[in-house]
């Protein structure tokens, strides 16, 4: 039997953030904003001094009896827990917090969110590695960034129920909790209204969530929601920006159970997005049953078609793990031939790694790393080109695009942008890439665009018509 190498990655417990919140309702708002990025990133959230990590005061500065009640407040921190990142309108004043504490981590200004959640970042390092992480890094870096105003991750359930071999999140983050479905949509709601354009719903299993609490209902807007993905999907896709503008929802991490089939009639209604990410993690039966996954049923392929039928502009995206121990060439090929069949849009692999504390450390039949290796490029090369066609049939297409970045103009007075199709999520996906575009565009905006060339993860084109 061929022996695996590579030891158990070790995974430290996630950080833990207090927070003191000061102020008025924009700095609450600011607060939720800050908390919903970390809990997103992996941090938990401390009810205490003692148990966190480092601990945030969110400040007010408008009176100086307020700017007085910060300062006490910051003072309290440290002297009860001493490392203290200050945030919020007094964080315009940092001097004056510095001649009285100067030894505060970090100070940021109001509506600096990034910077905070940035300096939390540096105080207490996130938890990471490719089965904790819910928050993608950078596709080309590596490296996980900070979400821009336009697009949000709307955090509904922390943990997990199931037992997947290989994953340990069970363990670290414990069963499958979700919020309150009218907290769900209260800062989904807000986040839109501060000019979130995208939201990214996230969670270790978005189509469990609810089951913890009975898919118990709670009065949303007169109406009784449950706490339910569908529910949840369809008030998401009713929320409105202040000018009017639709919010891009895009589910990632759903399991096919069977009620995701009734998420995709409201992608053919242009209720929420038509993109589902569904970790499949493997199509052979007994590799699927060596990892312990959830809904791991025959008829998936099936059900995919179903989809499509229903929704034609679908988009699919996955992972996949190979060399997981006891995969067999047959399983291998069955996983490539599944590929051929299910024409998955968007697919990101890796090579089976022990992580310490899973189950699948124990499985007999370890793959060498030569063969992982080699599994690894033939999945990547299979997917590049399902990929590469698929992109190419959008050439002549007019599709909504998001803008996330607007170039500086070139000598020729040319500017370009980046964008996103609704087939692409933010940080894993591909990009549009706009040329000449005008110079008032700005990240956030939703426009239509030509696309007019393609390649193996990008398209190319030009805006034909502003949407917002
Ligand atoms: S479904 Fe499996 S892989 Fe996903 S968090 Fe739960 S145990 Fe881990």
């Known amino acids: 039997m061929a022996e695996n190498s590579s030891s158990p990655t070790q995974i430290p417990d996630s950080p833990k953030v207090g927070m003191v919140s000061l102020g008025c309702p924009k700095a609450l708002v600011d607060s939720e904003r800050i908390l919903t990025r970390l809990r997103s990133d992996g941090y938990q959230m401390s009810a205490d ?13 408008f009176l100086d009896s307020a700017k007085e009640e910060s300062l006490a ?35 940021t200004g109001a509506h600096q969110y990034e910077d905070v959640v940035g300096a939390v970042h540096i105080a207490a390092p996130p938890t990471r590695g490719p089965f904790v992480d819910l928050i993608p890094a950078d596709r080309d870096t590596g490296e996980v960034k900070l979400t821009p105003r336009h697009y949000s991750y709307l955090k509904i359930s922390e943990g997990c129920n199931h037992s997947c071999a290989f994953c340990i999140i069970p363990q670290l983050r414990g069963k499958l909790a979700s919020r309150r479905v009218d907290a769900v949509l209260r800062e989904a709601e807000k986040l839109v209204a501060a000019g979130t354009r995208e939201l990214l719903v ?9 089951v913890d609490i009975r898919h118990e209902t709670r009065e949303w807007k007169g109406r009784e929601v449950r706490a339910h993905m569908t529910d949840l999907a369809r008030e998401l896709g009713a929320l409105r920006s202040p000018d009017g503008t639709q919010p891009w929802v895009r589910l990632h991490y759903v399991y096919p159970y069977p ?42 392929l099936e059900r995919i078609k179903a989809w499509r039928d229903i929704c034609p502009d679908l988009v699919i995206r996955s992972s996949f793990v190979v060399g997981f121990p006891g995969e067999t060439e047959a399983d291998f090929q069955y996983l490539l031939d599944w590929l051929d069949e299910a024409q998955l849009d968007r697919v990101g692999a890796f090579k089976f790694e022990p992580v310490d504390g899973a189950s699948a450390n124990d499985l007999p039949n370890p ?39 607007v170039g500086e103009e070139d000598e020729d007075g040319d500017i370009g942008a980046t964008a996103r199709s609704q087939a692409d999520a933010p940080e894993i996906d591909g990009q549009v890439l706009l040329r000449n575009v005008p110079a008032d565009l700005a990240p956030g905006m939703i426009v239509m665009a030509r696309i007019e060339d393609a390649d193996e993860h990008d398209l190319f084109g030009v805006i034909e018509s502003d949407l917002t």
């Open 49 to 61: 001094y003692a148990g966190a990590d480092v601990v945030l005061v969110n400040t007010c500065g």
């Open 73 to 107: 407040a910051i003072g309290e921190a440290m002297a009860e827990n001493g490392r203290v990142i200050v945030t919020g309108c007094m964080g315009n004043e940092a001097e004056a917090i510095r001649a009285r504490f100067p030894d505060v981590l970090a100070i």
């Open 202 to 210: 996230i969670s270790q299993d978005t189509s469990a969530y609810g």
């Open 259 to 300: 009620h995701v089939d009734d998420v995709i009639p409201l992608m053919a209604q242009g209720l929420i997005t038509p993109y589902l990410d569904i970790p499949f993690q493997h199509a052979a039966p007994n590799v699927l049953r060596a990892m312990k996954r959830p809904a791991n049923e025959a008829r998936v």
């Open 367 to 405: 793959v060498p790393e030569a063969v992982k290796e080699e599994r690894f490029a033939r999945i990547m090369a299979k997917t590049a080109a399902i990929s590469a066609a698929k992109l190419a049939a959008k050439v002549g297409r007019v599709i909504p695009v998001i803008i996330d970045e």
